[in-house]
């Protein structure tokens, strides 16, 4: 499975790693998570941990963008933890689509990622 999400419990953090190449069927199981955290907490931080990751195809790109569009300020800050840069400058990428604080971590540096993601 591409994409595995780790429940927030009592937390409005949420953790998905994800590996392989996303498709659209992903969001399936990905966005209901995101509405019940949404309401749960309101406002949600995100620790992205991609492992071996491909990318998206189309169809999975037009979901993530949706996503984006409708979640545009509910996301206060996104962890992206990767291992290469192209990884990094999709995290670059990424910050006109949200206004959330986006900062990436290489892998060596998960605890810094959790700390970071958690604080405040």
């Given at each position: 499975?591409?994409?595995?999400?780790?429940?927030?419990?009592?937390?409005?953090?949420?953790?998905?790693h994800i590996t392989g190449k996303l498709v659209k069927e992903d969001y399936?199981?990905?966005?209901?998570?995101?509405?019940?955290?949404?309401?749960?907490?309101g406002k949600f931080r995100i620790l992205v941990e991609m492992h071996d990751f491909h990318g998206w195809t189309g169809a999975a790109f037009w979901e993530d963008l949706k996503l984006d569009v409708k979640h545009f300020s509910d996301i206060e800050r996104i962890a992206m933890v990767g291992e290469s840069k192209w990884q990094h400058g999709?995290?670059?990428?990424?910050?006109?689509?949200?206004?959330?604080?986006?900062?990436?971590f290489d892998h060596s540096q998960m605890d810094a990622a959790r700390g970071w993601i958690s604080e405040g």
């Open positions: 499975m591409p994409v595995e999400i780790v429940p927030a419990g009592t937390s409005k953090v949420m953790e998905v399936i199981q990905f966005v209901p998570a995101i509405e019940a955290l949404l309401k749960q907490h999709m995290a670059i990428f990424c910050k006109p689509f949200t206004t959330a604080q986006i900062r990436y």
